[in-house]
């Protein structure tokens, strides 16, 4: 039997209907084999988030440690510079040398920003993340929307205004309704589908 729900949260429901209502011994097994699977799955998601952040980590620290910096130099030595400035030719000799070492520099700094793009590239494979496009609200909080069916109801809501986000970075995202609730966004489920569909929070 399939697992309907694609997480670990909603295949406990599935199992706590299955028990209420006297479902084979075989199909508890199936959903807990799948929340297995599912946790073995995260725990290599965690795995792969940890690296991602090393990773990170040493490229901020390579982009610290580069050469020093000869853009303000090459600026505040032409600055200086006129029609009448004594050995003119010789002094942007000394501006070219500055400048070549500041392309160096950028240079450098692109390549780190690379290697840090081909990290992120790994890190999201072949998941569709949204990263371009309009500044819509699925956009804004793909990191935390429930699964479908809560999903599309809660963007719904928030599209008309029935609902609205609370959120300090560094804490979960809460949804505010406004009959006065609130509900964390991850944790937020549905029963039904649809205009009628209603949310609750999986404890």
């Known amino acids: 039997m399939a697992v309907r729900h694609a997480d670990v949260c909603g295949t406990i429901v599935e199992i706590q209907g299955a028990i209420k209502y006297g479902h084979p011994a075989s199909e508890i097994d199936t959903h807990l084999d799948a929340i297995r699977t ?75 920003a690379l290697s840090l793009y081909e990290s992120f590239t790994t890190l999201k494979g072949h998941r569709e993340w949204m990263l371009n496009g309009r500044n819509d609200l699925e956009k804004r909080w793909q990191a935390w929307l429930p699964p479908e069916p809560a999903k599309t109801k809660l963007l719904q809501m928030l599209r008309a205004h029935d609902a609205f986000v609370v959120y300090r970075r560094g804490s979960v995202p809460v949804v505010h ?14 029963i039904g589908a649809g205009p009628k569909a209603r949310l609750y929070v999986e404890e």
Request: charged letters at 35%.
């Open 38 to 112: 599912m946790l073995q799955r995260v725990q290599v998601r965690d795995k792969e988030y940890l690296a991602f952040a090393s990773e990170v980590q040493a490229l901020l620290e390579r982009m610290e440690k580069r050469k020093k910096n000869h853009i303000a130099t090459s600026i505040q030595a032409a600055r200086k510079l006129n029609s009448k400035t004594p050995e003119l030719l010789t002094r942007l000799i000394e501006v070219r040398k500055t400048a070549r070492l500041a392309e160096l520099t950028l240079r450098s700094c692109k390549d780190l």
């Open 177 to 190: 309704f406004e009959d006065g609730g609130e509900m964390p966004m991850a944790s937020i489920r549905a």
